[in-house]
């Protein structure tokens, strides 16, 4: 007797291991005809899907018995949020893709740009219209030429004006620090607010060093922060503000060459390139006190 109730489970759980398997089987089949089957090809689909409660239990009962109507909307609901992750993974593995290859002609054409000539960096093309199509908006199927010539075009055509568009607008969002600085400014003092960027007393500041206008578009802070795995584009009036006191510094030094603040410009300071003597600082190179000698740049840098 007890041999046979032995056998009789034996047979039992290779029965509902059978009716298991099969009911998986047609299961899988049925989710496939509706569309699931890239879900259902998941890595850890034994491990996430087949192992929910709901699922298990219904891999157990007899099918011909079953409402599919109401299986069809519970699996879907189960289904749904897989496969808008799997999209959204998919997705950002497609643009990182493209952004691999944009970033291989972006950094071939800026090798062939001569100083003093800017490229605008890569947050700023990663903001335009045009490139977020090409990156983001064409569809996966979109064959990999294609890709490759549009985003070849753009930055062959279309960099140098993104460039100009960005430089453009670092220098209205300078002027206008500039103004501001100005309205506020004490008209008592000697000292008067340049409202032009090309003056050589055009003096800013971020949250690291301080530089005339002509620097702020090669500065390192006004080229993107890094955000995630990403870089995003910091708007100049986010970090620049007028240096009044390098501004002040700068004054006094084109004032020490005869030349008149109020005029001059940086191109006729470079064009002069007054060297001066730092008596208070070390010589380069060792520890021997004595002068240095720095240009005029160096002379509001270092003061």
């Not at 002609?105 to 903001?127: D, F, R, T």
């Not at 007393?201 to 500065?219: A, L, N, Q």
Request: net charge neutral; charged share 30%; aromatic share 8%.
């Amino acid at each position: 007797m007890l041999e046979e109730s032995k056998l009789l489970q034996r047979w039992l759980l290779k029965y509902n291991d059978q009716r298991w398997a099969d009911n998986k089987a047609c299961l899988t089949t049925k989710l496939e005809e509706q569309g699931w089957a890239e879900e259902l090809k998941g890595r850890d689909i034994e491990k996430t899907f087949w192992k929910i409660t709901y699922v298990e239990k219904l891999l157990n009962k007899r099918f011909v018995s079953l409402d599919w109507s109401k299986v069809n909307q519970r699996i879907s609901g189960i289904l749904e949020p897989m496969k808008r992750e799997r999209l959204i993974k998919e997705r950002k593995q497609l643009v990182d893709k493209r952004l691999v290859i944009l970033t291989s002609y972006y950094v071939k054409y800026a090798e062939q740009i001569l100083l003093p000539n800017i490229v605008a960096p890569m947050p700023v093309l990663l903001e335009d219209p045009d490139i977020k199509n090409i990156i983001e908006d064409l569809p996966a199927e979109t064959a990999e030429d294609a890709i490759l010539e549009a985003l070849n075009n753009y930055v062959v055509t279309k960099l140098p004006e993104t460039t100009q568009r960005w430089l453009d607008h670092i220098d209205d969002t300078l002027i206008s620090i500039l103004k501001e600085a100005a309205e506020k400014e004490n008209t008592s003092e000697d000292f008067t607010v340049p409202l032009t960027l090309d003056l050589a007393t055009s003096y800013f500041y971020c949250g690291c060093s301080k530089m005339h206008s002509s620097r702020v578009p090669v500065h390192e802070c006004t080229h993107g922060t890094t955000y995630g795995n990403r870089e995003r584009l910091v708007d100049a009036r986010e970090i620049m503000k007028f240096d009044k006191k390098a501004s002040k510094e700068a004054s006094s030094i084109v004032i020490m060459v005869g030349k008149d603040p109020k005029t001059t410009t940086i191109a006729e300071m470079d064009e002069l390139d007054p060297i001066f003597e730092c008596v208070n600082c070390r010589r380069f190179g060792g520890p021997v006190k004595g002068p240095k000698m720095i240009n005029w740049r160096g002379a509001v840098s270092g003061s």
